[in-house]
C-alpha cells in the first residue's frame, strides 16, 4: 500500500530522504499517480469521490446516494482508502469518510506537464485554422 494511510511512519520510509523537504522520487510519484487513476477508473468510485468533493459523508449516505449496498459502498471505499485518496473519520457509531486532496494534487502537478503541450498544440491549431479561413491553406 502506497498510501500508508493506516500507518502514518510509513509513508516517511517510503518517500526516501526527500521528505522534509516535499521533492520526491519519480518512482514514488509515478506509482501514486498509477494507484489513484487505477482507484478513479471505475464509474462507482469515481462517482463516490465527486460525492465527498463538497464533504465528509457518512458510509449510509454514500450507499443511498450511490445505488449501491453497503457491503459494495465499503469495498470500494476501501480502495479509495488504500489509495489515499480518502480518510476516514470515526463520529461515534458512524464512520465519515473525507476525501484527501494529497494524491489529486499530486495528479494534477503530473497533468500539468502535459496541459503545455496540448496548450501549444491548440495554439497550433488555431493558427491552421486562421490560415484556412484566410484561404491560406486549402
Not at 109 to 136: P, S, V
Request: hydrophobic fraction near 40%; include cysteine.
Amino acid at each position: 500500500m502506497l498510501g500508508g494511510h493506516e500507518r502514518p511512519f510509513q509513508v516517511l520510509t517510503e518517500r526516501t530522504i526527500y521528505v522534509f523537504t516535499d521533492i520526491y522520487s519519480s518512482g514514488y510519484i509515478y506509482a501514486v499517480i498509477i494507484e489513484t487513476l487505477s482507484a478513479l477508473a471505475e464509474p462507482k468510485r469515481l462517482q463516490i469521490v465527486e460525492l465527498l468533493r463538497v464533504g465528509p459523508r457518512p458510509v449510509a449516505e454514500i450507499c443511498v446516494r450511490v445505488p449501491l449496498g453497503q457491503p459494495q459502498v465499503s469495498k470500494h471505499l476501501r480502495i479509495l482508502r488504500d489509495a489515499g485518496l480518502v480518510q476516514v473519520q470515526p463520529r461515534g457509531q458512524q464512520r465519515f469518510y473525507a476525501l484527501r486532496a494529497a494524491p489529486l494534487r499530486e495528479l494534477d502537478e503530473w497533468l500539468e506537464r502535459f496541459r503545455n503541450i496540448w496548450g501549444a498544440r491548440f495554439d497550433q491549431l488555431d493558427q491552421l485554422l486562421l490560415e484556412m479561413k484566410k484561404g491560406e491553406i486549402k
